[in-house]
T-cell receptor, first 112, second 111 residues
Framework: DAKTTQPTSMDCAEGRAANLPCNHS???????VYWYRQIHSQGPQYIIH?????ETNEMASLIITEDRKSSTLILPHATLRDTAVYYC?????????????WGAGTKLIIKP | NAGVTQTPKFRILKIGQSMTLQCAQD?????MYWYRQDPGMGLKLIYY???????DKGEVPNGYNVSRSTTEDFPLRLELAAPSQTSVYFC??????????FGDGTRLSIL
């Protein structure tokens, strides 16, 4: 089972920052937090990942709490095209390799 | 740069038939993955490969087989199709052990 807990759905106004929370209280020291999104049944798209430091790229920012038990993905200026299901995933060590175990994600709806 | 290419995009099979889902990547990635996604759910890992000649089972391998004879190709085979295998199948590749680029998926219905 996935190690992450996310709200089922969220709304955000266009142009505002979208803050998507994720709980991962059982994360281990070497396990990364990944964020992907999936737009209308297309293949998932990588957004960002981090271990313990906050990360930022051209798509989003990732804020990880100091105890690493939760994180927040921030889309700074949400547009209608950001409407998607957002997956927070913790890589888990299985059979000598780290794998991504996916939960059901958060459906983010950006409203005009 | 095509990225990850999956074929076919859609397929309908009868129970008991077999087929191979094709996946090819042109990014010289060592890691490749097959996932399935049922409606309203996240992805579940079927099989993965860390390089040519090496494959390993994921969460839900039963009913599937894979091979990795080249770096570029990672086909997924269904030997005896069952209704429970109706799903959307995604192939992915990555440079490192996690993360990755995904294909557009193969929508498979078993009737």
């Amino acid at each position: 089972d996935a190690k992450t807990t996310q709200p089922t759905s969220m709304d955000c106004a266009e142009g505002r920052a979208a803050n998507l929370p994720c709980n991962h209280s059982t994360i281990s020291g070497n396990e990364y937090v990944y964020w992907y999104r999936q737009i209308h049944s297309q293949g998932p798209q990588y957004i960002i990942h981090g271990l313990k430091n906050n990360e930022t790229n051209e798509m989003a920012s990732l804020i990880i709490t100091e105890d690493r038990k939760s994180s927040t993905l921030i889309l700074p200026h949400a547009t209608l095209r950001d409407t998607a299901v957002y997956y927070c995933i913790v890589s888990e060590f299985m059979d000598s390799n780290y794998q991504l175990i996916w939960g059901a994600g958060t459906k983010l709806i950006i409203k005009p | 740069n095509a990225g990850v290419t999956q074929t076919p995009k859609f397929r309908i099979l009868k129970i008991g038939q077999s087929m191979t889902l094709q996946c090819a990547q042109d990014m010289n990635h060592n890691y490749m993955y097959w996932y399935r996604q049922d409606p309203g759910m996240g992805l579940k890992l079927i099989y993965y490969s860390v390089g040519a000649g090496i494959t390993d089972k994921g969460e839900v391998p039963n009913g599937y087989n894979v091979s990795r004879s080249t770096t570029e190709d990672f086909p997924l085979r269904l030997e005896l199709a069952a209704p429970s295998q109706t799903s959307v199948y995604f192939c992915a590749s990555s440079l490192t052990a996690t993360g990755g680029h995904f294909g557009d998926g193969t929508r498979l219905s078993i009737l």
